[in-house]
């Protein structure tokens, strides 16, 4: 048996790309954690409302994938102008930053030293060949002090929590902010954008009719169709090791303990506890201390649903306000009214933080007043009576942290993980890498190729795509 752990959208495509490969079905099980599949990218139902968790949009750069995600989609497809904001003072700016409306929304007293200090940055860096050494250093390098103090310090804080910026590494600027130039802000004003560039290309996405599971839910169709098996509420916890191969593994399924003999490997779970489930544990004496000192951030994903056909235009909204507990929301209106009753949409907000945070533990109800008062009082855009209710969802590893060690913790690991003959890494926690959709289906594609010997890759060495 291939045994693939975990069914977001790296295990399915796996899977999926096995049976494509001539795999039998009959082969190919997939084990999941939770009741249902789709990982970090689900649409959840509830009283007529269908929303995502987060804004998932689809861009990528590879066409091959493209391919794949528009064959498993069509024809339900939506192509969406992105519309995104940053709830800065009291009033909504454009995101990502343009020098004009840096200048709009800021007005000539505090932008002009705001561009003046980016400039500045921009003349220093010419000189400047040393790499940043951490997040703060980076952003400064890319936008210059006061407009880093404006719009990323506070907001970042949120995000990854501890001490922030400068206790982060500076990859994660490389791999996720769009930077502010001047020419393109020009060419942008002056309608005189390159098409196809990868900027102009990353302003229109596409997105599922019925939400991004709907991607999920087709590769696992077609999965289930060829006979593969999905099987959700199995926790993997315990897998052997017997010389450089897994060959059993031991899964937890609401309390009831089954085994499960397995030829091969392909893992989405995330990678510290990988090294955790496996018995006798990997022959290097760092791996576990190693694993044990990566970080994760988990989000609660707090739904309002409103009585009113659309709260704002933009599909998303930043909010680095300190005082505010989420980092962004999302009016599903904005990517397809039909998600919603007629006149009605629904509200997704992110909060980010640790599970020993007490905030993990706060109850449902009590969420649900914290962020409706938040909302309501703080951004003036409805009233109290047109939220009409609200759920809660929990996701434990929705984003990794590059803390500014994790680079060697991840050596470590993946040198021992190599020794193992029968397995391989996938996805976005498989690989601790702050990836998206494309990469974490792209590692799945490509796990499958090599166990059928269609290619040789380490799924590690897949380059990551540009989302902004
Ligand atoms: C808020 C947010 C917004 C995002 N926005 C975008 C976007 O706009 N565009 C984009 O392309 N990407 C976006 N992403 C990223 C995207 O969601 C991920 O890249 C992708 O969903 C990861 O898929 P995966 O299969 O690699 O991992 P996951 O979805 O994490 O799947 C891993 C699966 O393994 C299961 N599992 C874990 N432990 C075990 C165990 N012990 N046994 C069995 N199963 C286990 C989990 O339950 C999960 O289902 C966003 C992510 C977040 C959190």
Known sequence: MIAVLGAGIAGLTAGYELI???????????????????????????NG?????????????????????NELNSPEILYLERHTRIWYKNRLINYPLSPFNVIKNLGISKSGPALFSYTIQRIKDRFNNASPQNMEEALIRQFGPALYKAFFRDYNQKLWGGEGCREL????????????????????????????????????????VNGCG??????????KNSGGAIICNAE?????????????????????????????????????????????????????PAANGLRYRHMI????????????KDQWVYVQDPAISFNRFMDMNSWNPALSPPGMTSLVFEVTCDKRDARWNLSDEEWIKVISEEFVRGFNFIEKRKVIGGNVYRKSHAYPVYTLDYKNRLGIIRDAFRKVENLQLIGRNGLFRYNNMDHSMTTGLIAARNYSGNTHIDTADVGNEFHG
């Not at 990868?198 to 596409?206: A, C, M, N, P």
């Not at 649903?305 to 709260?311: S, V």
Request: net charge positive; with cysteine.
């Open 49 to 69: 409302f269908k929303f995502d968790l987060g804004p998932h949009r689809w861009f990528t750069r590879s066409s091959e994938i493209d391919q794949l995600w």
């Open 214 to 223: 709907q991607l999920s839910e087709k590769l696992a169709q077609r999965i």
């Open 169 to 208: 590494s500076p990859d994660w600027v490389g791999q996720r902010v769009k930077n502010l130039t001047l020419s393109q802000a020009v060419f942008d004003a002056i309608g005189l954008s390159k098409k196809g560039s990868v900027d102009s290309l990353t302003d229109r996405f596409k997105y599922p």
């Open 236 to 288: 993997v916890k315990d897998i052997t090791l017997s010389g450089k191969r897994l060959t059993h593994l031991v899964i937890n399924s609401g309390g009831y303990v089954e085994g499960y003999k397995i030829d091969y490997c392909i893992s989405s779970i995330p990678i510290d506890n990988l090294c955790r489930a496996i018995s006798p544990a990997l022959p290097s004496a760092d791996i576990l």
């Open 20 to 46: 494509k490969n001539g795999v039998p079905g009959k082969e190919i099980v997939i084990f999941e954690k939770e009741d249902e599949i789709g990982g970090l990218a689900q649409t959840k139902a509830y």
């Open 301 to 312: 994903f707090v739904v309002l649903f409103i009585d009113a056909p659309r709260i704002t």
